[in-house]
């Protein structure tokens, strides 16, 4: 079995001999005792996005059988607006597949994400992480299909301006730079190895587009890009790396940002989220080495509520200043292959190709192999703000809503665009296609007039979505861009008062 393999990096699964999934108490406590554990943290994701930390101390082998069964109480109305102080206490519970060894911790440490639960012993209704997971048991029971995701994290590294630099790059063209003229490739490199020793499976990592210099500082902008995994896994990952990378950074003595825009004029970081369709195993997103019906119909859907799943991923006034045309940053609700000017990309899928590698090496006698099972397609209007157990579980929900719609080809094929819909030879295209909001307060209205969707099945609880809307509303940010325009300090006060969204 691969999570057998000895090149496995996850510790646990190493020692435990078993892929994450089927870690029971049982192998938990043994890794513990074997591993001299002294202490363990339960960490969760509340209504702010950060990742909370309840910490513990191992007092005994009981003391520990006891934590791990039956969680601890928190203070609810401490981590939601939502719900009422009068009637507060939750519980939260270790899911035994996140857990990781703490790389930070200075005494052996256990982490693990934590699911909330009532005081009746049910699940939150409306904690993040059960959203997601009533979305893909929803979308299992109706459609059959297994919703793999990955997301691309994107972001910068921000440090002291150096003194001398003998090799600099050049402006806002680092993408894919390498060490010299790259100078946080190092600590890339421990992050990527930090993240899969705790159980993230990465794709690879390489710098970005972005990187600039101000009077002061020097700015670098990176990506860790994932595999596609289940929808849960996939956002636990995130959960995870993002605060490794965020510590890893504090010993570095450097500031890291997942902001949607760190300054106008450069390259602003997204979250890119991929998607796939399983069934036994088999990817459904291609179909006679083509792009299924099925995957257009997923597309057609995420289209038809893009404006509203804004809400979740792009939930800060600074996320519209990155969704601006000429940026490589979608502005209006379409599709293409390939096309980076568009919201949802087809990327290539290695379909008709498999004899490239025998090109390559031709003194190798390789097998032919096809790989049509990598084929994803792409989201790209999310951002670091995102609410990431919310957005993917509107995703999701789109997805089905795509499958369920009985216009979805005819919807698909009218906003497929197969050119660069900014070049000034297709205005015309561009001008009959709707725009993504372009504020927090757009947002709100688009949430609101899609929100059935979102409720339907109890997914989403309508308190919440109210939330969601009164939160973005609040910003009152409706034409903030134009007035911002040219005021070049104010931007700067915005910008630094969300640069460490989510």
Same mark, same amino acid.
């Given at each position: 079995m691969e999570n057998l393999s000895s090149l496995n990096p996850n510790r646990l699964e190493s020692f435990i001999k078993k892929p994450a999934s089927q870690f029971t108490k049982n192998d938990i406590i043994k890794f513990i005792e074997? @591993? @001299? =554990? +002294?202490? *363990? @943290?339960? &960490?969760? #994701?509340?209504?702010?996005? +950060?990742l909370k930390a309840l910490n513990f101390v191992i007092n005994n082998k009981e003391h520990l059988d006891s934590v791990l069964t039956?969680?601890?109480? !928190?203070?609810? /109305?401490? #981590?939601? /607006?939502?719900?009422?102080?009068? /009637?507060?206490?939750?519980y939260v519970l270790p899911r035994y597949k996140t857990a990781f060894i703490n790389p930070f911790a200075s005494s052996p440490t256990l982490d693990f994400l934590c699911s909330f639960y009532t005081n009746e012993g049910t699940p939150l209704d409306s904690s993040p992480e059960n959203i997601l997971k009533k979305a893909h048991s929803e979308f299992k029971k109706k459609t059959g299909y297994t919703f793999k995701a990955m997301g691309e994290l994107e972001y910068y590294i921000i440090c002291p301006k150096p003194e001398t630099n003998l090799y600099p790059a050049s402006d806002q063209h680092g993408y894919h730079e390498a060490a010299p003229y790259t100078k946080w490739e190092e600590f890339r490199l421990e992050a990527m190895e930090l993240i899969a020793q705790a159980g993230g499976k990465i794709k690879y990592g390489?710098?970005? !587009?972005g990187n600039f210099n101000s009077e002061t500082e020097y700015f670098e902008q990176q990506e860790i890009e994932f595999v596609p995994v289940e929808a849960e896994n996939a956002i636990d990952q995130l959960v995870v790396a993002k605060w490794i990378i965020r510590m890893l950074a504090q010993e570095y003595d450097a500031t890291v940002s997942f902001a949607p825009k760190i300054t106008v004029g450069k390259a602003g970081s997204g979250l890119h989220i991929h998607m796939m369709l399983e069934k036994d195993g088999h990817n459904i997103m291609v179909e006679n080495d083509k792009l299924s019906d099925t995957a257009k119909k997923i597309i057609a859907g995420i289209l038809d509520l893009s404006g509203a799943l804004t809400a979740f991923g792009n939930t800060i006034p600074t996320s519209y200043l990155r969704l601006v045309p000429h940026q490589e940053a979608p502005t209006n609700i379409?599709?293409?292959? &390939? @096309?980076?000017?568009? *919201?949802? &990309?087809?990327? *290539?899928g290695w379909i008709g190709v498999s004899s490239m590698i025998k090109d390559a090496?031709? $003194?190798?006698? *390789? +097998? =032919?192999?096809?790989?049509? /099972?990598? $084929?994803?397609?792409?989201l790209r209007s999310g951002d670091g703000s995102a609410d990431l157990y919310n957005y993917l579980a509107g995703i999701i929900v789109a997805a089905q809503h795509g499958l369920e719609m009985p216009n979805a080809l005819e919807l698909a094929d009218k906003l497929y665009m197969n050119v660069n819909i900014f070049d000034d030879e297709h205005k015309d295209k561009l001008a009959k #296609?709707?725009? #993504?909001?372009?504020?927090?307060?757009e947002s709100a209205e688009c949430l609101e007039e899609k929100r059935e969707f979102f409720e339907k099945n109890n997914i989403f609880p309508s308190n919440l979505i109210n939330s969601y809307i009164n939160m973005l509303k609040s910003y009152d940010d409706k034409d903030l861009s134009e007035r911002l325009y040219g005021k070049n300090q104010e931007l700067k006060i915005l910008v630094d008062k969300y640069l460490h969204c989510k």
């Open positions: 074997e @591993n @001299n =554990i +002294k202490m *363990l @943290n339960f &960490r969760y #994701l509340a209504e702010d996005g +950060k039956t969680g601890e109480r !928190v203070d609810g /109305s401490s #981590l939601f /607006s939502h719900i009422e102080a009068g /009637s507060s206490d939750l390489h710098s970005e !587009v379409c599709w293409g292959d &390939r @096309n980076r000017s568009v *919201l949802v &990309r087809v990327p *290539l090496n031709p $003194q190798d006698d *390789l +097998k =032919i192999k096809h790989f049509d /099972s990598k $084929q994803t397609v792409e #296609l709707e725009q #993504l909001p372009s504020s927090c307060f």
